[in-house]
């Protein structure tokens, strides 16, 4: 395997790294299994897309993640406002996006950036095309880390978690549980919204077909990196999701450059999301 193919196989796995943020906060902290993802993550490409096309990269991540934030909203109104199961909520939610992120991209399937300005441009003039795509992913992932460790530790954020962990208990503490489900599904969808930008600009096109499958890598990235690492305290969950995607990516890049088809990464996906879930009960079974 080549340098420029490990170095990509990273690139792609901290953009991933960071919908998996997303994914940790309604699959893990909320405890919801949100299917909005598939829609919310083109929505993200969609938005940033146009923005880019328009000379406005950076203002693409803002509307990425606002309109991200607002398919996670229409699916907690449906889950809280109808009682409305999460899922069929999600898959509502997802289904009708497929729509509005056509209407966003003008009616057209895809759109290419080459030629335009991205927020890898200028890093690119200072250090190189792939070196400075790494640091901006670098730096991108970072913050929202931080940032997402941050407001976990916060009242509202340990009320979020609280509403996962029994959500009978907060609300005999007098704390609104669907409000907290809201902002959890707004902020989730907002990030996992944001990866599609920074990816769309990362790979210089849109596609409105491009999130197929996305929901099957971000529970890849938490499981497999949660089945090396654990996630008992908040540190450690946000590290394995990190890890989980660098290490989801490379299998993926070794089993292409061992000669797996494309066609079949799905199933090699679906194949090493099981085998992750079932090694505690393997484990245990075993001793």
């Known amino acids: 395997m080549s340098i420029s193919v490990m170095i990509g196989a990273v690139e792609l796995g901290l953009i991933y790294a960071i919908m998996g943020l997303g994914v940790y906060l309604s699959f893990r902290v909320l405890n919801i299994p ?89 890093a690119q003039s200072i250090f190189g095309k792939d070196i400075g795509d790494l640091v901006v992913i670098c730096f991108a992932l970072l913050i929202l880390t931080i940032l997402v460790y941050l407001f976990l530790n916060t009242q509202l954020g340990l009320s979020m978690r609280a509403t996962g962990s029994n959500e009978s208990m907060v609300k005999a503490s007098s704390i609104n549980a669907d409000h907290m489900k809201l902002l959890g599904l707004a902020l989730a969808n907002g990030i996992i919204a944001l990866s599609g930008a920074i990816l769309v600009q990362y790979q210089s096109f849109a596609d409105v077909s491009s999130s197929t499958g996305k929901m099957v890598l971000g529970l890849a990235s938490i499981i497999v990196g949660e089945a090396f690492f654990g996630h008992k305290t908040i540190v450690r969950g946000l590290f394995s999701v990190i890890a989980g995607s660098l290490i ?31 090694l505690p009960y393997l484990k245990k079974r075993r001793k």
């Open 34 to 122: 949100d299917l909005t993802i598939d829609g919310s993550f083109t929505c993200g490409c969609a938005a940033a897309a146009v923005c880019s096309v328009a000379f406005h990269p950076y203002l693409g991540l803002l509307a990425a993640f606002l309109c991200g934030a607002c398919c996670g909203i229409v699916t907690g109104i449906l889950m809280t406002k109808l009682h409305i199961q999460p899922i069929l909520a999600g898959i509502l939610t997802m289904t009708a996006l497929y729509s509005v992120n056509l209407r966003i991209q003008g009616g057209k399937p895809n759109i290419s950036l080459f030629g335009f300005e991205t927020i890898f441009t200028q």
């Open 248 to 278: 989801y990516r490379f299998l993926l890049t070794f089993a292409l450059q061992f000669g797996m088809s494309a066609s079949d990464l799905n199933l090699f996906s679906a194949a090493l999301v099981a085998i992750a879930i079932s």
